[in-house]
């Protein structure tokens, strides 16, 4: 989520000056004469920055609502297991903000603004329509899905991440300079205009997604079709107000220049290794022989403030994971709230709208307070405390997963298996196992079964003598049994003796949320059931049992079981979130079928709104490191170097993601722990950065500037003249 910025506060300041984000000062000389655009209502807002608020608004939307439902698209759509999942999502979050400066390197040496946004949004539509088209199922098979997911999502990554630093600049470049009032108002409006998409789509796209069906399943083509659409609506919009912007020409980047200046300042010393050569001051006064001293001395304030960067990562890798580990914690959940039901990715909607309540609560309450208190809350102090803040929110993370585990199977290893009994018999049964002390005592007629017996093998399967102990009479029977599978017994009267049946059973939560479901046919004929309009399930005689179907959690009581002998109501009842249910249908009478409900699996039984907590957590975390970072990052650098500094910025975000990427991949390990290690990583990660923080000198740019032009006049008949390419004394 991006952040809002209120009012006349510093960090709009900052977007103000470099709202051009990787964009050098305009380079003195004759411009063409800008066309003045028609005012707004009188005012001096310029029309055309109404186009460019609608489409910033509605290529928000497309991009949160289309990454809103990707984590469980992977996992759903493709079937992929949770890290895969995790690490997918979290490089196409890196791609988005490398690209950034791709789009800024196009704006500000080639196309400009405007041709830039034009030629990137249409590579952007492209991607979302490429990607909507891969997610129909009919269309193709894994394979093909697969490459025209990613394929769209790399386009899609290219598209918002190249129009990144250009929509919010080329907005700034419609006013007038005297009109910086107006200007800085705009600012506010704009990222507004950002998370007011962002909060929408959050919570509109999971319900087009899980609560539309088409093709028998979640709608993933809606979901990802109405961003697509949005996207569509955006450039439209844009190009529609193309006769009222004032579209400045290319005017150089400043950050290849100083990519460049840093390339020759090493190189430069690596030539001159002679210890016959006096040493410099500084590694970057290597580069003097090519570039001027202004621009070394800018750099080198540039220098202080990035390597205070190297730690914040970290914060992003917790922060970017509400979309993807987070997302994934809420489908083990119990997501009922009574009036609604919510979808498990659903709940990002409560950062941008927890970001929208926290801005003016922090800049107006909460600061002043702190500051009547005499407390020195520093930029670092503020940005040390929204990571300990983040790492809280992890910590509590891995206490709810722990309690959700509670209710997950347990896990199989290698010669063994679980098993229970289901008598389903009208009087009790002794169940004994060869060589096995599992069932002591009798099974009572449809006791609801306990947990699950371990049940130990000598190798990878093996075949097993069940004996049956029924009013005086003892029945055996042979089941072979397969490591790590799950198993009932399923022991009924047949010909007026006993019969049993082994059958496996879910040897995991279903996934999602979702309620599995199987029957099991007590009747002497076939029967036919209808759950809902699209749920079709046949069971044969005699105790045979169904395959599990797959249902959403609901209330399902207008159910039909249709038999030779006529159509029957079919009530189910509730199917809770996560559980796995067999039901056995006992009879017939009365116009209804009478059945017997047993969960193999428990239902979710934590809360979703456990959530709550974290989520305010990381929120409040975000809004005193983000915006504190960028107003710290603004008040101590150069005015020409800011957007090196937003270029940085962003790139801190990128690896954070990478981060989550190569732990999801290479360190595989339970989701409590590895919430755990995040927790960790980050607080040691916030005690670095404090102590940099604490021997870190805020300085003013301008001040600086002045020492060290001083300086270098001071220390040049020192200098020893150097050949670049022939290094000679």
């Known amino acids: ?260 200046c840093i390339g020759f300042a090493i190189k430069n010393r690596l030539k001159n290794r002679s210890r016959q050569i006096p040493k410099r001051d500084h590694w970057l006064d290597w580069a003097s022989e090519k570039y001027s001293k202004q621009l070394i001395g800018e750099i080198k304030m540039v220098t202080r403030v990035l390597f205070l960067f190297i730690p914040l990562p970290m914060f992003w890798a917790l922060f970017d994971q509400q979309g993807s580990r987070w997302t994934l914690q809420a489908t083990k959940m119990n997501a009922d709230f009574g009036i609604y039901v919510l979808e498990p990715d659903q709940m990002q909607f409560l950062n941008p709208l927890l970001i929208l309540v926290f801005i003016p609560v922090f800049d107006l309450g909460l600061y002043p307070l702190i500051n009547m208190c005499k407390f020195n809350f520093t930029p670092i102090r503020k940005m040390a405390t929204g990571m300990i803040l983040a790492g809280l929110a992890f910590g509590l993370a891995a206490v709810i997963e722990v309690k959700i585990n509670e209710t997950d199977m347990p896990q199989l290893v290698p010669e063994e298996s679980l098993i229970r009994v289901l008598n389903l018999a009208k009087n009790p049964v002794q169940v004994t196992i060869q060589d096995r002390d599992l069932f002591q005592q009798p099974v009572e007629a449809f006791q609801n079964p306990a947990e699950y017996s371990k049940l130990i093998l000598n190798g990878e399967q093996q075949s097993l003598r069940f004996t049956l102990q029924h009013q005086g009479l003892s029945l055996a029977f042979n089941y072979t049994v397969k490591e790590k599978s799950v198993y009932s017994l399923i022991v009924f009267e047949a010909e007026e003796s006993l019969s049993s049946h082994l059958i496996t059973d879910l040897e995991a939560k279903p996934e999602n949320g979702l309620a599995a479901v199987r029957f099991i046919n007590g009747l002497s004929q076939d029967v036919n059931l209808t759950i809902d309009s699209e749920q079709f399930i046949a069971v044969q005689k005699n105790y045979s049992a169904s395959e599990y ?130 927790t960790v990583l980050l607080f040691a990660v916030c005690i670095i950065f404090s102590i940099m923080g604490y021997f870190y000198v805020s300085v003013d740019p301008e001040d600086l500037e002045e020492k060290e032009e001083k300086r270098e006049t001071s220390s040049r008949g020192n200098m020893i003249s150097l050949v670049t390419q022939k290094t000679k004394l």
Not at 131 to 160: C, D, E, R, Y
Not at 561 to 584: H, K, P, R
Not at 608 to 627: D, K, N, T
């Open 1 to 260: 989520m991006e952040i809002p910025l209120p009012g006349d506060t510093p960090p709009t300041r900052f977007f103000e000056t470099c709202c051009r984000y990787f964009r050098d000062d305009p380079p003195k000389g004759d411009f063409p004469v800008q066309k003045k655009s028609p005012k707004l209502c009188g005012s001096n807002y310029p029309l055309s920055i109404a186009f460019i608020v609608v489409n910033e608004f509605c290529e928000r939307f497309s991009y949160y609502g289309m990454k809103a439902v990707l984590t469980l698209y992977f996992l759903s759509f493709f079937h992929w297991d949770e890290n895969l999942s995790t690490a997918v999502y979290h490089a196409f979050s890196a791609l988005c903000y490398f690209t950034p400066v791709i789009g800024a390197i196009m704006a500000d040496s080639w196309l400009g603004k405007y041709k830039t946004i034009i030629y990137l949004s249409i590579v952007y539509v492209v991607g979302h329509l490429v990607k909507s088209v891969g997610a129909i199922p009919s269309l193709g098979n894994q394979a093909v899905h697969v490459i025209l997911s990613m394929v769209g999502l790399f386009l899609i990554a290219l598209g918002t991440g190249g129009i990144k630093p250009c929509v919010s600049a080329f907005g700034g470049d419609q006013f007038e300079e005297e009109h910086t009032a107006e200007r800085s108002k705009f600012f506010s409006i704009f990222y507004l205009s950002i998370n007011a998409g962002s909060l929408i789509s959050t919570f509109v796209t999971p319900i087009l997604r899980g609560d539309v069906k088409c093709f028998g399943e979640d709608c993933y083509a809606l979901a990802f079709g109405v961003p697509a659409a949005l996207m569509v609506l955006a450039l439209v919009v844009f190009i529609a107000g193309s006769g009222l912007y004032r579209k400045t020409p290319p005017q150089g980047n400043v950050l290849l220049e100083v990519c460049k």
């Open 549 to 678: 179907s797959l249902l959403k959690r609901d209330k399902y009581n207008n159910g039909k079981c249709i038999t030779e002998t006529g159509e029957f109501t079919l009530d189910l009842g509730l199917l809770d979130f996560g559980a796995s249910y067999t039901i056995v249908i006992t009879n017939v009478s009365g116009g209804a079928v009478k059945t017997w409900k047993s969960e193999d699996i428990k239902a979710n039984n934590v809360h979703m709104a456990w959530q709550l907590p974290q989520y305010i957590l990381i929120s409040a975390g975000e809004v005193m490191f983000s915006i504190t970072g960028l107003a710290f990052s603004y008040s101590q650098s150069p005015a020409s170097m800011k957007s090196v500094l937003q270029a940085g910025w962003l790139l801190t975000v990128a690896v954070g993601n990478t981060l989550v990427l190569v732990v999801a991949q290479a360190a595989p390990m339970a989701q409590w722990a590895e919430f755990v290690l995040f």
